[in-house]
């Protein structure tokens, strides 16, 4: 059975951060892996992304410069670290897996090529 926790969530003032954690149960942890996010009322949207060998990344426009996603596959995990976090940041984070391998630098970037997804963690940043 494959299982996604994430944790690190929390209450930030404005400018702070946290560091997400993820980590995968059930499954060879070797897919390439996403953090992203949704806030009441809005679509669930991709934040960062890693390959599965951690050398190619993708972030979204508003978390360029702020976050760094990386991962550990020794550990099965991987992390979302947010640094001068912004009261948009606000939203339940999810972390998935992608549905496929891939090459190493293979980086999927949209909800609908994840197949496997945590509970959430709540992030709410306030001003």
């Known amino acids: 059975q494959v299982q996604v926790v994430e944790s690190g969530g929390g209450l930030v003032q404005a400018g702070g951060s946290l560091r997400l954690s993820c980590t995968a149960s059930?499954?060879?942890?070797?897919?390439?892996m996403g953090w992203f996010r949704q806030a009441p009322g809005q679509e669930r949207e991709g934040v960062s992304c890693?390959?599965?060998?951690?050398?190619?990344?993708y972030y979204a426009d508003s978390a360029k410069g702020r976050f760094t996603i990386s991962r550990d596959n020794a550990k099965n995990t991987v992390y979302l670290q947010m640094n001068s976090l912004k009261p948009d940041d606000t939203a339940m984070y999810y972390c998935?897996?992608?549905?496929?391998?891939?090459?190493?630098?293979?980086?999927?970037?949209?909800?609908?090529?994840?197949?496997?997804w945590g509970q959430g963690t709540q992030v709410t940043v306030s001003s």
């Open positions: 059930g499954l060879t942890f070797d897919y390439p």
């Open positions: 890693i390959s599965r060998s951690g050398g190619s990344t």
């Open positions: 998935a897996a992608a549905r496929y391998r891939g090459s190493s630098n293979y980086t999927p970037t949209h909800s609908n090529e994840y197949i496997y």
